[in-house]
């Protein structure tokens, strides 16, 4: 039949109906169209196209050492500038002349370069600062130094030309003969005075001197190299350092023997260092199948401990005395299962630039500081190591009856006081406490979360740290800046303003970096002194060409979670054609937490998730949850403490249905929910426990089965409970609810999403969900993504168009691509060279 003949039909139809039922069907609403997802909007919004108009939103400083000065880089549509500042003058100047640099580069490496094309790589200052040194990739092709066989196929390279300029005289030299030396070499453990460097082989430490380990740097293979052993019985799984325990079997065997970091900490002296030594042999294996290897597919073996076994790793403290090429092992038991863990010293912000920064212990050269916890994570104890004796003594104690997080603590005049983090009494603050363990006095107190320490000033007893919910009339979780005496008084905020706050100290505490934004706002950058005044603005981001292709920032809002009380925070995101008269599904891009939740609270570059989706025709929100960010109260971030499967989904359910009272635009009867890992975990469980209310759902790498997940999450924010028989022996019990019991409730459409390769949420917590789903009689999707980790790697663009279909034949009835093969806009960006 041809289509005039369909619409006569169609009219007749349509004219008999309105006879039968008083009521008259219009040739147009016969033949409406069929409702069509916006793929053209969402596809200018990938992340290859986004780097290309977002460029720098914050001023990252490189402090330097014989100054207050930092330096930074900062790029906008116009290009790149290098920037000096210097806080005392109030002064900020560039660093170079574009234009007269890019012209004495282009006359010494004739490739023609311009001030907005500046590609000067790995910039370092000299000691005296008064020069900088950095490298230019040039057009012209030779061969590598180090290649033997001069012919093989990646026996050539870019030549690069490695320069010096005189900041005082803008001369730029060419330094001849470079050789672009090899970055230090990740198994070092360089010693603080440079005289050794520790490292692990085939499961043992070994050591070399300096000049050995300079030879090293060079070439690996230097047969001249003379290493000395510092132990003999490690073996595979109880090794000392990196013993490639994560390696597959064919890649271990054949590395074992080459180099390893050994991730010692050194004493400030060098005369000793510490190593944690882990023994895994008794931990059970796990393995996956990488079916796209080369060759046959590859079989992976790691060992994986999940929660209830009692075949646990053990962690030893090992105390090695450098000089006499000794070690003991420390006394440190308290716990059954108990993890422990030596805190390394903050870094320096001036040695960021230092890749030969040691590691260096927390403490002094008497004295180690380290803590032990209790495998139910009720019990953690704050201790310390006598060098001399090795005698250890627990100094802070924390009780909880629910998990106790901890923090590294700030050491005060050598150890004579100690600076220390606790939820004590329900919020995050910080207590002084005497070298000896004894409570001074609590330092912040108060219904807010602080967060972390910035710097400590000891000479005038002032502590810099970092906090959140302190401010009304704020997000709660917009971090701030602040002072505070170590007595508790004269408490300040240095970085008022209604934004979420990132900030860079220098080492003397006298001035800071702010960098500062909501997701509505444009990120901006001060210079600030530690009294909160502003030295000078840095930065504004340049968001023109983002602007240019109709971006409208997101909406933050509040709602109440589902027992009416509690208020929890959340960020709406639109179409950019939105139109308020429309009716349009909601999706929640959710993240269940604890260890945090999935709502942005700055500006961000990364719109996958949420912007990007918004654009086929949807309202996109993350929010909240009860249980959810650690930076509430103790109370808030504990809620779903044993019940770590339903405890977030009446809160996101409460958040639309608020939503859709508030604003008629949004349709509370076309509901998706998304998520990745916990957040696959979490949308899986909303359609199972809610399925009248969630209507579509894309799960990636959920892990659905948390009693395969890992123990040290699953046990931790789940619970796990000690037994202690009457002969005094300690077991561990644990039991959870799984989303595959929950699988006959399934009534709207799963789509499941898994790399085949994950090593982390193990891809059986998937299977075992499309096997209930499958016994139970249920329709679904599931997409195995070959070769991929947890993340899914070079295939997130794929699945995020997978995900894409799903939504929108199900919330939008879009199924027009259900007859393409090709995903178009993918193909869209590939280049053809042929």
Not at 27 to 33: D, L, Q
Not at 70 to 81: D, I, L
Not at 241 to 262: F, V
């Amino acid at each position: 039949m041809n289509r005039l003949y369909i619409l006569f039909l169609l009219m007749l139809f349509a004219c008999f109906n309105a006879t039968a039922q008083t009521k008259t069907l219009t040739i147009t609403e016969a033949i409406a169209p069929a409702p069509k997802a916006n793929y053209q909007l969402a596809s200018r919004f990938s992340p290859n196209k986004l780097r290309k108009i977002i460029y720098s939103t914050a001023v990252d400083p490189h402090w330097l050492k014989l100054s207050n000065r930092f330096w930074y880089v900062y790029e906008t549509p116009n290009g790149k500038e290098w920037y000096m500042v210097n806080p005392v003058s109030k002064s900020k100047s560039k660093i170079f002349d574009n234009a007269k640099l890019a012209a004495d580069i282009t006359t010494i490496v004739r490739d023609p370069f311009d001030a907005q094309h500046l590609p000067l790589e790995n910039l370092k200052f000299s000691a005296d600062e008064k020069n900088i040194t950095f490298e230019v990739r040039s057009t012209i092709d030779e061969v590598k130094k180090d290649r033997k066989d001069k012919k093989a196929a990646d026996s050539m390279q870019k030549k690069i030309f490695f320069f010096n300029y005189v900041i005082a005289t803008q001369k730029l030299t060419e330094v001849p003969n470079y050789s672009k030396p090899k970055a230090k070499p990740s198994w070092g453990s360089v010693a603080p005075d440079s005289s050794a460097i520790v490292f692990s082989r085939n499961y043992n430490l070994y050591w070399m001197d300096k000049e050995n380990y300079k030879k090293a740097v060079k070439n690996e293979d230097d047969s001249t190299i003379v290493e000395h052993q510092l132990t003999k019985d490690g073996v595979k799984f109880y090794a000392y350092g990196g013993g490639g325990d994560d390696d597959g079997e064919e890649e271990n065997e054949k590395n074992k023997k080459k180099r390893r970091g050994a991730w010692v900490m050194w004493s400030p002296d060098s005369k000793h260092f510490v190593l944690n030594r882990t023994d895994s042999r008794k931990v059970k294996d796990l393995w996956v199948i990488n079916s796209v290897a080369s060759g046959r597919p590859t079989l992976e073996t790691y060992k994986y401990q999940m929660p209830g076994e009692k075949e646990s790793p053990i962690t030893e403290i090992l105390l090695f005395n450098f000089a006499s090429k000794t070690f003991k092992k420390l006394n440190i038991s308290a716990f059954k299962d108990q993890t422990v863990s030596v805190w390394g010293a903050p870094m320096l912000n001036k040695d960021r630039d230092n890749e030969f920064r040691p590691s260096i212990w927390l403490g002094n050269n008497n004295k180690i500081y380290f803590q032990r916890t209790s495998r139910d994570l009720k019990r953690v104890d704050v201790c310390t190591v006598e060098i001399n004796t090795s005698a250890v003594a627990p100094l802070i104690d924390e009780r909880f009856n629910t998990y106790v997080e901890i923090s590294r603590p700030g050491i005060v005049n050598d150890g004579n006081e100690i600076i220390h983090w606790s939820e004590r009494d329900g919020w995050a603050h910080f207590y002084l406490f005497d070298g000896k363990g004894k409570l001074k006095n609590q330092i912040t107190k108060g219904e807010f979360h602080c967060e972390s320490i910035v710097n400590i000033d000891q000479k005038n007893r002032v502590l810099y740290f970092t906090a959140n919910g302190r401010e009304a009339k704020e997000d709660p979780y917009y971090l701030h800046l602040y002072r505070i005496n170590f007595d508790g008084s004269g408490m300040k905020l240095l970085n008022p303003g209604d934004f979420d706050h990132a900030v860079s100290m220098d080492d003397d505490n006298k001035f800071f970096v702010n960098n500062f934004s909501r997701v509505n706002t444009v990120p901006k950058s001060q210079l600030m002194d530690n009294n909160g005044r502003v030295v000078m603005n840095l930065e504004t981001a340049d968001l023109s060409l983002l602007m240019t292709t109709g971006y409208k920032f997101p909406e933050p809002f509040k709602v109440k979670a589902d027992d009416g009380i509690t208020d929890i925070y959340g960020v709406m995101y639109k179409p950019f054609d939105f139109d308020p008269n429309k009716k349009y599904p909601i999706i929640e891009y959710v993240y269940p937490g604890p260890q945090t939740e999935a709502v942005n609270k700055s500006f961000s570059r990364s719109m996958d998730r949420t912007e990007r989706l918004a654009q086929f025709g949807y309202i996109v929100i993350t929010v909240g949850n009860r249980g959810g960010n650690p930076a509430r109260s103790k109370w808030y971030h504990t809620f779903g403490y044993g019940n770590l499967r339903d405890y977030g989904l009446a809160d996101k359910k409460a958040a639309v249905e608020q939503l859709a009272d508030r604003y008629s635009f949004i349709d509370a009867k076309r509901v998706g929910i998304t998520g990745h890992s916990g957040g696959g975990f979490m949308s899986t469980a909303a359609m199972l426990v809610y399925p009248d209310f969630f209507k579509a759902a894309v799960s990636n790498a959920g892990n659905h089965d948390n009693s395969i997940y890992n123990r040290w999450w699953s046990e931790k924010h789940h619970g796990i409970k000690e037994v202690v028989t009457a002969k005094g022996d300690t077991t561990f019990t644990y039991s959870i609810d799984k989303n595959p019991d929950l699988a006959k409730n399934l009534k709207g459409h799963l789509m499941l999403m898994h790399g085949d390769v994950d090593n982390n949420v193990h891809p059986a917590n998937t299977i075992r969900v499309a096997n209930a789903l499958m016994k139970a009689g249920k329709r679904f999707e599931l997409v195995m993504v070959p070769g991929q980790r947890h993340a899914f790697g070079d295939l997130t663009e794929y699945t995020f168009w997978k995900l894409a279909d799903h939504f929108n034949k199900y919330l939008i009835g879009d199924f027009s691509q259900s007859e393409e093969v090709s995903i178009l806009e993918m193909d869209r960006e590939v280049e053809r060279k042929r």
